[in-house]
């Protein structure tokens, strides 16, 4: 990979079983740097719905000059994650819900204890959202800027 696209320090696939379905899906992780460190993990989440999260990288740059470790997954139906052509358009099954539970389950699968979150365009959004269910381990921080006019 290139200076700006750093490789990640693992790849791996977690279990995913959503409320209310037996069934087990597949989510794509790649974490960047070592997540037991005593850095509180970024945690991002990507665009789309339909963008997988390799073009959220940059943040991993984060790892590379401050040892913040970082977490991009894509999101199921996306990416390295499973894919599921049965409910393109079911609007049953690809709900906020389904989206909200994934980083939970990633989360503690990862065995995460504290972390910050990041979204871009859809991933924002989501990112809101979740923050909006007080996840445990979830750090706030508000920033306030002042009007200089």
Not at 36 to 59: E, F, N, R
Not at 68 to 74: A, F
Not at 112 to 118: E, N, R, S, T, Y
Request: glycine share 10%.
């Amino acid at each position: 990979m290139s200076p700006s696209n750093p490789a990640p320090t693992r790849k791996e696939s977690i279990l995913f079983t959503p409320t209310g379905t037996q069934m087990e899906y597949q989510t794509a992780v790649l974490v960047y740097g070592n997540l037991k460190c005593d850095q509180v993990p970024l945690i991002a989440l990507h665009g789309g719905p339909g963008s997988p999260s390799p073009y959220l990288t940059p943040p991993a740059l984060l790892h590379e000059r401050y040892g913040i470790p970082v977490v991009l997954y894509d999101q199921l139906g996306r990416g390295g994650s499973t894919r599921l052509p049965e409910t393109r358009g079911a609007t049953d099954f690809c709900t906020i819900e389904l989206f909200l539970a994934e980083p939970t389950n990633l989360i503690a699968t990862l065995g995460i204890k504290q972390f910050d979150v990041l979204g871009h365009s859809w991933g924002g959004m989501l990112a809101g959202s979740f923050a909006l269910t007080q996840p445990q381990g979830l750090i706030c921080k508000f920033a306030r800027f002042r009007d200089s006019s």
